[in-house]
């Protein structure tokens, strides 16, 4: 089966690897499409993610979607032949963190495609992929494969405002109109958010914001652009720059919250701590999620507007030419690779 495998820095490659078969607690998917996430792109640019550095070869990928094969001993759940997305996470249930109620927190967990910890979890960018049946999603009835391939990263963004306190009612700035700052854009509108900024420095990019409903956006580099908005209730950081978490606290009202979603760059970062000091701003971090992953598979089955953000469909066998267009924000938001059937 073909496999999509990061061997290091720029060393991308399609394996064929051997079919895996269910062990006890597990379901086999044959997956069907995945989306290229910015950690993807990380892996294949930078060799690693933050903190997290690549040691040995790994199959990348934890957006994915598809049908249910087969179950191991043991396992149960959706018929075979069903059409499901995959939770990519698999927290360890006893930490500290599992028990209080934050598994996407949890010291010990298993995500696909991750080289948090070693050996690495190998990811879900195969055609046949094992995981623990109680990862499996049923999708929702007329939501389409490929939108529902925008669950995972959708779920991360529903966190993050879980993370804020919410956003109805609220005017939210939104730093970074990547995938995952357009899939804020999206929730907080959805949430019923009285009015939702973007900034960014690509024209394409908040094309993508004004698709899925942002109320204003703004070019991040244009100091005299009308759109700034002078206070803020709440602002999300999903650009992974220095220069977009200085934007939201210099612009969050006093006693405000700024949610740091996007993952900054190893080592020391400068803020405006004076700021956080003064104001009471609230500075709070969102790393991935847990239960959102239903809400976010709900939303999508009743909101076509997400259909906007997916930008293209790439055959497998050209997963590096998916790669390349996924890294280049002036041609693409989303970018799936198709797996086939």
């Known amino acids: 089966m073909r496999a999509v495998v990061i061997h290091g820095q720029g060393d991308l490659r399609v394996e064929d690897l051997p079919v895996p078969v269910p062990g ?72 500290p963190e599992c028990t209080g109620g934050r598994r996407n927190i949890c010291r010990d967990t298993r995500y696909l495609g991750s080289a948090a910890r070693s050996p690495h979890v190998q990811g879900a960018f195969a055609a046949r992929v094992t995981v623990p049946a109680e990862q499996l999603r049923p999708l929702p009835a007329g939501l389409a494969p490929r939108r529902a391939a925008l669950a995972e990263p959708l779920s991360v963004a529903l966190h993050a405002l879980r993370r804020a ?29 009285a009015r939702v900024t973007v900034t960014d420095l690509l024209p394409r990019a908040l094309r993508y914001a004004w698709a899925v409903g942002a109320d204003t956006v703004v070019r991040a580099d244009d100091p005299d652009d009308d759109g700034w908005p002078s206070e803020v209730d709440v602002a999300v950081e999903a650009s992974g720059v220095a220069a977009g978490l200085d934007t939201c606290l210099r612009l969050t009202r006093r006693g405000g919250v700024v949610v740091q979603l996007g993952m900054l760059p190893p ?30 598979l709900r939303l999508l089955a009743v909101e076509p507007a997400f259909d906007a953000l997916l930008s293209a469909v790439v055959p497998v066998v050209d997963a590096e030419s998916a790669f390349v267009l996924a890294a280049d924000r002036d041609r693409a938001c989303k970018v799936l690779l198709d797996f086939g059937d």
């Open 24 to 95: 006890p607690g597990q379901a086999l998917v044959a997956v069907r499409y995945g989306g290229v996430c910015g950690s993807d792109l990380h892996y294949w640019r930078h060799g690693g993610v933050g903190d997290f550095r690549l040691k040995e070869p790994m199959v990348l990928g934890h957006e994915v979607v598809g049908a249910v094969v087969s179950y191991g001993p043991g396992a149960t759940g959706p018929r075979p032949g069903t059409a499901v997305a995959v939770h990519p996470a698999t927290p360890c249930g006893a930490c």
């Open 165 to 193: 306190g919410g956003a109805a009612g609220r005017h939210v700035l939104v730093t970074g109109a990547g995938p995952i700052g357009c899939l804020v854009v999206a929730a907080a509108k959805a949430a019923g958010a």
């Open 267 to 296: 080592g020391r970062s400068p803020f405006a701590g004076n700021l956080v000091v003064s104001r009471e701003i609230e500075l709070r971090g969102a790393f991935r999620f847990d239960t959102e992953f239903d809400e976010a």
